[in-house]
């Protein structure tokens, strides 16, 4: 049903140009919750233009109420659990005995993504039956529209060239695993992670850094801050860093606008590599001799291959800063074009640059290169089949809190950094900043000093959008499943031999490592 909405949606002519099923002001009230549209408006409106909904007893009839009045039929609360029922299955099954070699097939994830996506899209299909509220289909087009055409697409794309590209660099070689050693691979890897992705910086580096520390039998202190650093806090000064900023980029934030984050980034992994290096000292003293001695004896001179796909990856951040659809070219009086012949508004010219230079990067690279990576699609795959889901059932959270934002309580950078963070931790930090992202909206309705101008007459105040920022990233660091490069560090580490803890005994190190720095962040940015 997903797919034949969505192949409908895309041979059918854009919603402009045709005539509203209804009047304009019903088909506005009705529109889901993102911001890419007049849904925003109508929504905002609305927000301040009716008293809160009823109680989920009641949510039926009162749908019926506010549809009759011409107003937004909020959401029941209960049409939340698929978006729940998504994220608590990335969370659970692997970790179940009787499903964890069941949902380590991308198929099993494709599967439990669409049937979700599929209720979600059903509940749009039929919410308005019996209401004066918009067709059906309607309502499940415009969902189709903001979570696949205008998120899952971009998203996707985005990632793909990213990992394709860095699987086509291959660092190799084996120098003494000197704690500064050690140290100055995760930095560099920090560094990189804003530039080349969290998920490109992670796959480039971890194999040699797992090389270099094949000698030392103490080795899962030195994974665990290479997650900590490279696979999330690192990726916290480009939409391209981290999913959850990439994310915000595609909601209207400016592309630079995260370098504003520096201070924060430049804290907190300073704070970390400072911990991580004393650490390691530890460490080293309490290795044997032998092992010294052999680590010393065995060197390999560092060798950087495939460097034309690092020109590739310069590229591909151009094409995300520059190619916005719809916007000129920066010197130019020339308008990126919004749709192309053949795909139509399925892919902007952003995301076919994008794929251009990923497949060039196929191409260009020689395949002993990839070998040594032991590069393959699998991760990516699993990232696509779990996010298609995840885009679709979230519509429905984003909707009712584009309403009810303003009565979480919610309305402070210190409490937006704590909750973005603990949800992060726990779910997949991309949905959590999103869902925090249009809470932090619903509570500026005007523009000010420290408020951001977003596109649809949207605004938000600049202090909750670096506070959802900063625990997006820093804190899907605290589990295995708060960002995507965690588990693939993870499992790279053990197929090199690295026993590395379990799912809570990850936590006893970050509970104990990673919480008291967030406290210091919280206490010195989040005023």
């Not at 969290?198 to 090389?211: E, N, Y």
Request: glycine content about 8%.
């Amino acid at each position: 049903m997903a797919m034949v909405a969505l192949a409908a949606w895309c041979v059918a002519p854009a919603a402009a140009d045709q005539p509203p099923p209804v009047d304009e002001q019903q088909a506005a009230a009705e529109s889901p919750g993102s911001q890419h549209d007049s849904a925003d408006d109508a929504t905002h409106e609305q927000a301040g233009g009716h008293e809160a909904g009823p109680s989920d007893a009641d949510a039926t009839h009162g749908e019926a109420a506010h549809a009759e009045h011409g107003e937004h039929p909020v959401p029941n609360l209960f049409w939340v659990w698929t978006f729940v029922a998504m994220l608590l299955s990335i969370a659970i099954l692997p970790l179940i005995p009787a499903t964890h070699h069941w949902w380590e097939k991308n198929s099993s994830k494709l599967i439990v993504a669409l049937i979700l996506g599929f209720i979600t899209l059903l509940y749009y299909q039929f919410r308005s039956f019996g209401f004066h509220a918009e067709p059906g289909f309607a309502s499940v087009r415009t969902v189709l529209d903001h979570a696949v055409i205008v998120d899952y697409i971009p998203f996707i794309v985005l990632l793909f060239s990213l990992f394709t590209i860095s699987g086509g660099i291959n660092l190799r070689g084996d120098v003494p695993a000197h704690p500064r050693t050690n140290t100055l691979i995760i930095a560099i890897g920090g560094a990189l992670a804003s530039f080349i992705g969290t998920t490109g910086a992670s796959m480039l580096l971890i194999r040699p850094l797992l090389q270099i520390n094949s000698e030392r039998r103490r080795v899962i202190h030195t994974v665990i801050f290479f997650i900590f650093v490279v696979s999330n806090c690192g990726g916290l000064l480009l939409p391209i860093g981290d999913p959850p900023l990439f994310l915000g980029y595609l909601r209207g934030v400016p592309f630079l606008w995260t370098f504003n984050l520096i201070v924060q980034w430049v804290f907190c992994v300073g704070v970390l590599l400072v911990v991580y290096f004393l650490l390691d000292c530890w460490a080293w003293r309490h290795e044997e001799a032998k092992d010294i001695k052999l680590d010393e004896e065995i060197r390999q001179p560092i060798e950087l291959r495939g460097k034309r796909n690092i020109i590739l990856l310069l590229g591909v951040v151009l094409a995300v800063g520059l190619l916005v659809p719809g916007k000129k070219l920066p010197g130019t009086e020339w308008i990126v074009p919004a749709s192309l012949p053949l795909v139509g508004r399925l892919l902007s010219l952003r995301e076919v640059v994008q794929l251009g230079l990923a497949g060039l990067s196929m191409i260009i690279t020689p395949k002993v290169v990839r070998q040594d990576n032991k590069f393959d699609f699998f991760a990516i795959k699993e990232v696509a089949c779990l996010f298609i889901g995840i885009f679709i059932t979230m519509q429905v959270p984003i909707e009712i809190l584009n309403v009810k934002g303003p009565e979480l309580g919610i309305d402070s950078p210190m409490r937006f950094f704590w909750f973005t963070g603990t949800l992060s931790s726990f779910l997949d930090n991309a949905p959590t900043y999103v869902v925090f992202f249009e809470t932090a909206k619903t509570l500026v309705q005007s523009p000010g000093p420290g408020i951001m101008a977003l596109p649809h007459e949207a605004f938000i105040n600049i202090k909750h959008l670096t506070a959802i920022s900063c625990g997006a990233v820093f804190m899907g660091a605290n589990t295995y499943i708060g960002n995507g490069p965690n588990f693939m560090v993870k499992a790279i580490a053990e197929q090199s031999g690295v026993r590395m803890p379990s799912f809570f005994g990850y936590m006893i190190y970050s509970m104990a490592i990673l919480i008291p720095i967030f406290v210091l962040v919280s206490i010195v940015f989040m005023r």
